[in-house]
């Protein structure tokens, strides 16, 4: 069982950047893969990010490759997306979820989630 908490969401203009944080439970961190996914208003959950166990395989969106990075420090049970030169239209609710598996893009390979937090960003 593994619990997130999603941090770091806020307001910024565009072409700003914002770090999020995915705090995590549990002992056995570093056999999770952990997503991040974000979901606007009336639009179905997007794929954003994934980063393997141990950091060694990530994968991105086409439409957030070259801005945002994903990362893990598995010592504080802790992955990270940091995000630059954000654009209005990456406005959601950003989740983090892990699964035991792989490093997947789908959201029904997930097996725990976040609450979410919102990031907005104005034009």
């Known amino acids: 069982q593994v619990q997130l908490v999603e941090s770091g969401g806020g307001l910024v203009q565009a072409g700003g950047s914002l770090r999020l944080s995915c705090a995590a439970s549990?002992?056995?961190?570093?056999?999770?893969?952990v997503g991040w996914f974000r979901q606007a208003p009336g639009k179905e959950r997007q794929f954003v990010a994934v980063?393997?166990?141990?950091?060694?395989?990530?994968y991105y969106a086409d439409s957030v490759k070259g801005r945002f990075t994903i990362s893990r420090d598995n010592a504080k049970n802790t992955v990270y997306l940091q995000m630059n030169s954000l654009k209005p239209e990456d406005t959601a609710v950003y989740y983090c979820?892990?699964?035991?598996?792989?490093?997947?893009?789908?959201?029904?390979?997930?097996?725990?989630w976040g609450q979410g937090t919102q990031v907005t960003v104005s034009s």
């Open positions: 980063i393997s166990g141990i950091g060694r395989s990530t």
């Open positions: 549990g002992r056995t961190f570093n056999t999770y893969a």
């Open positions: 979820a892990a699964n035991r598996a792989v490093a997947a893009r789908s959201a029904s390979a997930f097996d725990y």
